[in-house]
């Protein structure tokens, strides 16, 4: 897989989040996009998360998107993270409408009875700036200044669990997106 683009963005010394501006081209996105569509949502709404989002199998029609995914991860942390895991849990499709949102936190937490900890986390943009109003992935960086993510369809963010961040609330139209979560043995 050929990336286009790929940026590293630090906050302070250490690589926060990898930035690759072409992840998916126009035809695999529109592709993509005609996959996710067949999927059922459910919906998500309490005070600090409101959405619809899909679990995505690994199965024939979205093998190459794992794929393309882990090759690209793995290869990453090798260079920039080097964090010790073990997996990847099943990409989950989101959508935001008109109001939804997702508060400010990290994605880094202990499961499966403190055995793993969530160390890489990621988003794939699927929408356009034009697809919506509001609704900006934002990392927080110092107290309350926030850094947005492009709003691109094929872009693709990659970053540590640690790192605080949200989704504004959607004023109109929609946010679609692909998240995932990447996990080894506790950092403590």
Do not use: W
């Not at 695999?28 to 996009?33: D, H, Q, S, T, Y």
């Not at 679990?55 to 190459?64: A, K, P, T, Y």
């Amino acid at each position: 897989m050929t990336v286009e683009s790929k940026e590293q963005i630090r906050f302070n010394n250490v690589c926060d989040f990898l930035l690759s501006r072409s992840f998916l081209s126009a035809d695999k996105l529109a592709k993509l996009m005609s996959s996710l569509e067949k999927l059922e949502l459910t919906r998500v709404d309490n005070d600090f998360l409101k959405r619809s989002e899909a679990e995505i199998e690994r199965n024939d029609e979205f093998g190459n998107l794992y794929d393309d995914v882990q090759s690209h991860i793995l290869s990453n942390n090798e260079k920039f993270f080097q964090y010790d895991i073990q997996g990847f849990e099943p990409f989950k499709y989101v959508v935001y409408e008109e109001d939804d949102f997702h508060k400010i936190h990290q994605d880094q937490s202990m499961f499966y009875n403190r055995l793993y900890d969530r160390k890489i986390s990621f988003t794939i943009q699927l929408s356009d700036t034009e697809d919506y109003e509001g609704g900006d992935f934002e990392f927080q960086k110092y107290g309350e200044i926030y850094q947005p993510l492009p709003r691109k369809g094929g872009c693709m963010a990659v970053y540590s669990s640690a790192i605080p961040h949200r989704v504004r609330p959607v004023t109109q139209g929609q946010r679609r997106a692909i998240v995932g979560y990447i996990y080894g043995p506790p950092l403590n």
